[in-house]
């Protein structure tokens, strides 16, 4: 395509967190708004965008290899647009060692990429990382597509500045989004399709705002009135942090049926001198005793987290307290990374940085133990009779895929449809799935 050409047609390809996702569908229906088409799977897209994530070292490096892969035989490329977190962090970098992109965006300020693209399209370069005060979200085209699940930014950016972490500088401060947009985009989801939404932020459980009636409410009032939109069947929220559990949300737990029976609290260490050090402003036992409020008013809830092996000085016996934490937990599911230094951040300069043998060694063993217990928790499911959300059809004749209210991914074969909620007995456990029979459906 020559530069001197608006775009036909686009490719959005988002890397990293669920509010990455998010934002890389709301790019896609910005474009769709200026008349640019979704490429056909297989065939090359005149604009390209790639959504990026900043949070480990390997996910910059994945960024320029997928600019290397968009290189054609001639040497030219399509239109390249790098958005996200790297873009935020690395624009000028990335300006200088690709001359092959044509225009960074940042996580807060992508509204703006179609006055981006038409510069683009007559051959100049142009960088816009800004976080500005009008939101993108004021700026973004109302949702017309949905499929049976969604995801719903409630709030962004992260004001808890953890040692190691870059989020803080690629997102921003802590935002939250109005009330009454949230409610509409989420009737708007639901009418478009949607039998779960999914509230986001990187901290979502310190969103807060103001009713229709003019109260203060947090998350817990927000998934209480979302909870009563009538074709609604399930909520769930997600990263929440210890700190902003509050007693309320604790509380719709327990009360919010449409709530689901999950919660994903990410700790990162089970030692205090290494929380203390990350600047995590909770200890292994505060978190420990924030889960116990939890099962007490949902006794079922499916627990997740996320962890950190070899942040700078963690010894062995500092790690064996990780160990000992996860197996006073027992999670459903977890996620585990080996420390990566990001550049700017106080920890990528603290002494003491852990040998990549040890890190390895670590992560092997915290991913033993998580395995085990992400086993153990589907084979106590085996004979548990639930929902299940079907979300698509299977590679099996008749099979359908969907999640269970822990979100298991449980298949079965039967009458189903994409959206159907469908009740089933759980029958037997795999690592990653479990198999189910139906036992009732209702339709959608
Ligand atoms: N706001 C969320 C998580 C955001 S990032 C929270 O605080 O829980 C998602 C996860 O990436 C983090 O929970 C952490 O486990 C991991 N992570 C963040 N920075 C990292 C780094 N520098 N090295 C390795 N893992 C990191
Ligand atoms: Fe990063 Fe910590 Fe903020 Fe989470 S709470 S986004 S880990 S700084
Ligand atoms: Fe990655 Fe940015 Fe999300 S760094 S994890 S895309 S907030």
Same mark, same amino acid.
């Given at each position: 395509m020559p530069t001197t050409q608006i775009p036909r047609t686009y490719r959005v390809k988002s890397f990293g967190c669920q509010m990455n996702v998010y934002d890389g569908e709301r790019m896609a229906e910005l474009l769709a708004e200026q008349g640019i088409t979704a490429a056909p799977e297989g065939e090359e897209a005149d604009l390209v965008v @790639?959504? =990026? !994530?900043? %949070?480990? /070292?390997?996910a910059a490096e994945k960024v320029y290899s997928d600019i290397g892969r968009l290189k054609r035989g001639d040497g030219s490329t399509p239109l390249i647009a790098v958005a996200g977190c790297v873009a935020q962090a690395e624009g000028d970098e990335i300006m200088k060692r690709s001359p092959a992109v044509k225009m960074v965006v940042g996580p807060q300020a992508y509204h703006r990429l179609p006055e981006m693209i038409r510069v683009a399209s007559e051959g100049k370069r142009v960088t816009d990382t800004d976080m500005p005060a009008e939101t993108k979200f004021d700026a973004l085209p109302r949702r017309r597509r949905s499929g049976p699940t969604a995801f719903l930014t409630v709030q962004e950016g992260c004001?808890?500045? !953890? =040692?190691? !972490?870059v989020v803080p500088y690629t997102r921003g401060a802590e935002v939250s989004r109005p009330h009454a947009d949230l409610i509409d985009e989420a009737k708007r989801l639901v009418d478009a399709g949607a039998r779960e939404i999914t509230l986001l932020g990187q901290n979502v459980n310190a969103w807060y705002g103001e009713d229709a009636k003019g109260r203060k409410v947090g998350l817990d009032g927000l998934i209480r009135e979302l909870a009563? %939109? &009538?074709? @609604? #069947?399930r909520i769930r929220y997600t990263t929440s942090h210890p700190n902003d559990m509050t007693d309320a949300l604790i509380a719709a737990h327990g009360e919010v049926a449409k709530l689901m029976p999950f919660l994903h609290l &990410?700790? +990162? #260490?089970?030692n205090d001198r290494v929380l203390k050090a990350m600047n995590r402003s909770h200890t292994a036992e505060s978190y420990l005793e924030i889960l116990d409020r939890v099962r007490a008013v949902r006794p079922d809830i499916a627990l997740s987290g996320d962890f950190i092996v070899g942040? &700078?000085? /963690?010894t062995d016996a500092e790690f064996e307290d990780t160990l000992r934490l996860v197996d006073a937990v027992g999670y459903a599911q977890c996620f585990s990374f080996k420390y990566s230094p990001r550049a700017g =951040? &106080? #920890? #990528? =300069?603290?002494?003491? +940085? %852990?040998a990549p043998a040890v890190m390895d060694e670590r992560l092997q063993r915290l991913q033993a133990a998580v395995n085990r217990d992400q086993y153990a928790f589907n084979k106590a499911s085996v004979g548990r009779t639930c929902e299940v959300l079907v979300e698509r059809k299977g590679k099996l004749p008749g099979q359908w895929l969907g999640k269970s209210p822990w979100l298991q991914s449980v298949h079965f074969i039967g009458e189903a449809t994409v959206g159907d909620v469908v009740t089933v007995e759980l029958i037997e456990a795999g690592g990653n799935s479990l198999s189910a029979k139906v036992l009732s459906s209702v339709p959608a």
């Open positions: @790639l959504n =990026t !994530c900043h %949070i480990r /070292e390997r004001d808890k500045f !953890c =040692t190691y !972490c009563d %939109i &009538p074709d @609604l #069947a &990410p700790v +990162q #260490a089970g942040f &700078p000085g /963690e =951040t &106080p #920890a #990528a =300069t603290m002494d003491d +940085q %852990i």
